[in-house]
């Protein structure tokens, strides 16, 4: 899908009225642009981060944009790496609006840099987060979704979850990580009438990004400044469509459709491509 894409008429035959949406990372990017989105199409929205502060004013966004003045709009802090933290967030929000319909897994960290300079706390961490932070997640919201036989799962992966990048060693097995879940769940949870998505976003305009650029090696700047950037709105359009489908595997734009579609075919081309820009790059220096 173009992100010019005329959505207003789609999203208008799209009814979500009453549905229960949870959305790790819903303070902001693409977790918040998503609930803004399933909101304007009447759902009610649990939204899940770590700072109270931006909680209540992505609460505020969302609340401008509802379809319906009864919709609900519910807060959860948490650090979605401690597992009870997030079993506690999703007990509470199941008690104010209800069992999910909806989990969308969208919290994560990136911290690029050279693999060596990294402290192996980072990556630790960034697992945590990016892999078992939607696993906590997943395993939370099924307990209630079974017994319902629906729901729909999404979990944000990444372009780098389908190569690895230079520079990435932290974020992409994360990534990688997340599409094995998905793969695996896939079949798992289909009889149970719960529908398994998994999202691979190019880079997208996001405060992530914007800290990301802050410790990118040159070669990590280079090799990703050729693939166009997207609005977190876009990639919330295509999730929103994806799950009016039940689409397994959402890669917004042609380079990731491709990417997703043949990546083994064009990973020892892309290789040749990166080490070039690598060896480009070190004969500056």
Known sequence: MHPTFNFRGELQKM??????????????????????????????????ARSPEKLETAKAEIEAVKLQSEQRVCTK???????????????????????????????GISVPGYFQDLPIELFERTMAINYFGSLYAVRAVLAYMKPQKKGNIVLISSGAGLIGIYGYTPYSPSKFAL???????????????????????????TPQLEAENQTKP??????????????????????????KNN??????????????RLHSLLAPGLNWYFDRIVTQNQTKT
């Open 15 to 48: 009814n979500f009225n009453q549905k229960h949406a949870i959305i790790t990372g819903g303070s902001s990017g693409i977790g918040k642009a998503t609930a803004k989105l399933l909101a304007k199409s009447g759902a009610n929205i649990t939204i899940i």
């Open 77 to 107: 802090v948490a650090d979605v790496s401690d597992r009870i933290q997030v079993e506690i967030a999703i007990r509470n929000s199941v008690q104010e609006l209800g069992v999910p319909d909806i989990l969308i897994t969208s919290a």
């Open 179 to 205: 599409r094995g879940l998905a793969e695996s769940l896939r079949g798992e949870l289909k009889p149970l009438g719960i529908q398994v998505t998994i999202v691979y976003p190019p880079d997208t305009d």
């Open 218 to 243: 040159p070669e990590t700047k280079q090799i990703t400044e050729t693939a166009k950037m997207w609005k977190p709105e876009d990639i919330a359009r295509e999730i929103i469509v994806g799950i």
């Open 247 to 260: 689409t397994f595997a959402i890669a917004p734009g042609i380079e990731m459709t491709l990417l997703s």
